[in-house]
């Protein structure tokens, strides 16, 4: 990196896509085929691009295929897939092919629940707090659903409160676990705003400290099942 660079640029995101490229490209010297390259948006909308990720200033194109051969529960599917490796497509289509032969593919899915996790400290008396996270359950849920009336309107939202104690290196904390019905979606930002949304209310109820609050990657509610 040539000096008098930095990749320090305060509110980058707020700077329009063509700033933005602009930057990047004087930044790394890029040259002007570079920067047509990236500038390439293909079939995606650069607004809808923008509003997806942060800091967007281009797109990038991957071959869309079709895995043939699946029988899942008794049903024929064309299985898209959009990859860039070689001999993935090849090797899915096979091994459905093979078992074809003793009647498909069998698939069972669990409930599409995630979970919001909110870390608790500072509490002089945590399984007291553990308690009234639980008594006040309704009330968090309540909260929780009043801010996606979309996905409530699917038939999803939070649907249960949980808490246990952990022993931590600086002593105990409480652990609660907002659990949600994603329904479709991945779920991500549907949980981490009814996490962020419901902590005020939990630090009121238990008279700590929330710290984290995030979706958790422990997705061992929502399993799909194949054989």
């Known amino acids: 990196m040539a000096s008098g ?17 602009r930057i990047v490209a004087e930044f790394a010297g890029l040259t002007e085929e570079e920067v047509k390259l990236i500038s390439n948006f293909g079939n995606l909308d650069p607004e809808i691009a923008d509003r997806m990720i942060e800091n967007v200033i281009g797109a990038m194109s991957y071959p869309l295929a079709v895995a043939t051969n699946f029988l ?3 049903k024929e599917y064309l299985v898209p897939m959009v990859i860039e490796e070689a001999s993935v497509v090849a090797a899915a ?19 599409p629940l995630m979970i919001g996790q909110l870390q608790v400290i500072g509490l002089k008396a945590p399984y007291y707090a553990r308690a009234l996270v639980l008594e006040h359950k309704d009330e ?7 801010i996606d009336p979309v996905l409530i309107k699917v038939g999803g939202g ?7 104690v952990v022993e931590g290196p600086k002593g105990p ?11 479709d979606a991945m779920g991500a930002n549907a949980v981490n705003t009814m996490a962020e949304k ?4 939990v630090e009121r109820i238990t008279g700590g400290k ?14 799909v099942r194949s054989w």
């Open 93 to 111: 289509s096979n091994a459905a092919r093979l078992m074809r032969r003793d009647g498909g593919i069998k698939s069972r899915a669990t409930g």
């Open 173 to 183: 904390m409480l652990v609660v676990h907002l659990i949600v019905d994603v329904r």
């Open 140 to 146: 968090i849920i309540q909260a929780a659903n009043e």
């Open 5 to 21: 660079k930095t990749s320090r640029i305060p509110e980058f995101y707020k700077k329009p896509i063509e700033e933005r490229r």
């Open 198 to 201: 419901v902590a005020p209310i």
């Open 158 to 164: 939070a649907r249960d409160v949980e808490a246990r």
């Open 72 to 74: 899942i529960n008794g």
């Open 210 to 223: 929330v710290l984290l609050r995030i979706v958790s990657n422990l997705a061992d509610r929502r399993l």
